[in-house]
């Protein structure tokens, strides 16, 4: 028998794998492949506290092994959430996760106020996606600026519930991110949203995608999730990490979680196959039994 508990911060989960944000639907969908109660989480796409309508179509391209997307964070919006896919979720007993996002430091402090507002039970956590353009008076994206990321997560707090940072690997300042995130009150990171990508067309010499740039993921990414997690764990190793890029199987989970990674999440290969964090649990369990490894705990930070 394997121990597959798990703890990130205050939060204790039953095992370390999770869905990944925007790559298994708003609510409950996923409940008709599985029981997502068997997850150790199961992490939402992001909400904003308003309703948003996305980027025009095609928002989805398939990139040689990988996939690239431009959904532009698609939502109901927070306050439609909880009343619309929070009961469904609650019903299937599974652990929630709620990212949120906002262009602003108010957009997230008013998100995470209308969650603090419910402080619903079967949340656990707030997974906080800095991954998106700021337009708080500097260009770029929050996660690419301690400053910036540290005063959004600072804001989060308002949600009432253990705050996560989800990170981007665009950037080589993500070890000093992880560091500010962390005094602002982040009990975890996540480690890694989409890199930055594009794909053209060739007969029409144009993007693919309607918003023309997107964000790059599946397995292809895996390595440069590594990489991050390693060098994260390197630097701040009291820090928990939720290690995610190209997990498709239990070997990918393995390799994040001894690079530092206390937990995993799943993300594009729920496209191939929407029970695929299913597999992976099960394949992280195998690997463990034919291993020797009692406690899943005991991987975590192993190849330093
Ligand atoms: C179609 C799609 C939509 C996504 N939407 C979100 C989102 O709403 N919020 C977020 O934090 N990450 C979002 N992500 C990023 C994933 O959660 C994950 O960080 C990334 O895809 C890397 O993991 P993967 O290689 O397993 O997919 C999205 C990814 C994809 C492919």
Redesign the pocket.
């Known amino acids: 028998m394997v121990d597959r508990t798990t703890r990130i911060g205050s939060v204790s989960l039953p095992n370390p794998v999770m869905t990944?944000?925007?790559?298994a639907g708003h609510g409950a969908e996923f409940q008709s492949f599985f029981d997502l109660a068997d997850l150790g989480a199961h992490v939402v796409?992001?909400v904003a506290a308003f309703e948003w309508a996305g980027n025009p179509a095609p928002r989805?391209h398939p990139a040689g092994v990988g996939?690239i997307?431009a959904?532009g964070?698609q939502g109901p919006g927070v306050s439609a959430w909880l009343a619309d896919d929070l009961p469904a979720l609650t019903a299937c007993g599974a652990r929630v996760v709620v990212?949120i996002?906002g262009r602003s430091v108010d957009d997230y402090a008013r998100a995470a106020e209308l969650l603090g507002a419910v402080r619903a039970a079967e949340v656990v956590a707030v997974?906080v996606?800095l991954?998106c353009p700021n337009l708080e008076g500097r260009r770029g994206i929050f996660a690419h600026d301690p400053e910036m990321s540290a005063a959004v997560i600072a804001a989060s707090a308002a949600c009432g519930r253990p705050v996560w940072a989800?990170l981007s690997a665009n950037t080589d300042r993500v070890v000093e991110v992880a560091g500010a995130v962390r005094q602002a009150g982040a009990e975890a990171v996540t480690l890694?949203?989409?890199l930055l990508g594009m794909v053209i067309d060739p007969e029409t010499r144009r993007p693919v995608l309607g918003a023309g740039g997107g964000?790059y993921?599946?397995l292809p990414?895996h390595p440069v999730a590594v990489r991050t997690v390693f060098d994260v764990h390197a630097a701040l190793p009291d820090l928990p990490i939720i290690g995610?890029?190209?997990?498709a199987n239990g070997l990918g989970a393995v390799e994040l979680m001894l690079a530092g990674a206390s937990a995993v999440?799943?993300?594009?290969?729920n496209f191939v196959d929407p029970r695929a964090s299913i597999r992976v649990l099960d394949g992280l369990t195998e690997w463990c039994a034919r291993h020797g490894v009692d406690s899943v705990a005991d991987l975590v930070g192993a190849a330093h």
Request: charged share 10%; no cysteine; proline share 0%.
């Open positions: 990944a944000s925007g790559t796409k992001s989805v996939m997307n959904v964070l990212s996002w997974e996606n991954s989800k890694i949203n989409t964000g993921s599946g990414i995610v890029g190209g997990v999440q799943v993300g594009t290969a």
